[in-house]
């Protein structure tokens, strides 16, 4: 018998996706949480080289394109690869889509429920209160 059965594959639950009601819209979104490989694909592309001191260069770390990667990855409905709703707003690609479809503060919204749903939602300053206490 393993010592490791709960961290087994068929032993682990599946992450279920949550809904998320935006006003603006009559249907319901769903999220996934991405899991850390994800996260760190998404991490891997908005990194850029731009022109540092001296000329030599330096990798500048994009967070509102990495952002946009984590809410756009994370959404399984409405599909965001789905070339009719892409054409409908007149972009190509899911992030561009994401970036078209929702407003600001919906954006806004979805990340905080991506990050919440992925694990990310207790902040160092909860974890300062429960060691006071």
């Known amino acids: 018998m393993s010592k490791f059965k709960a961290f087994m594959k068929g032993n682990v639950k599946k992450a279920e996706t949550v809904s998320l009601k935006l006003d603006r819209f009559d249907e ?17 592309g908005c990194f850029k080289n731009k022109p540092g001191k001296k000329g030599k260069q330096e990798r500048v770390f994009d967070v509102v394109k990495y952002n946009r990667g984590v809410c756009a990855a994370s959404i399984v409905y409405p599909d965001l690869n789905d070339a009719e709703l892409q054409e409908s707003y007149g972009v190509r690609g899911a992030e561009e889509l994401y970036s078209s479809l929702f407003l600001f503060g919906e954006a806004a919204e979805i990340l905080e429920k991506v990050t919440e749903i992925s694990g990310l939602s207790a902040s160092i300053e909860d974890d300062i209160e429960e060691a006071k206490n």
Not at 29 to 44: C, H, V, Y
């Open 28 to 44: 319901l979104i769903l999220l996934q949480p991405l899991s850390s490989g994800d996260a760190d694909a998404i991490n891997d």
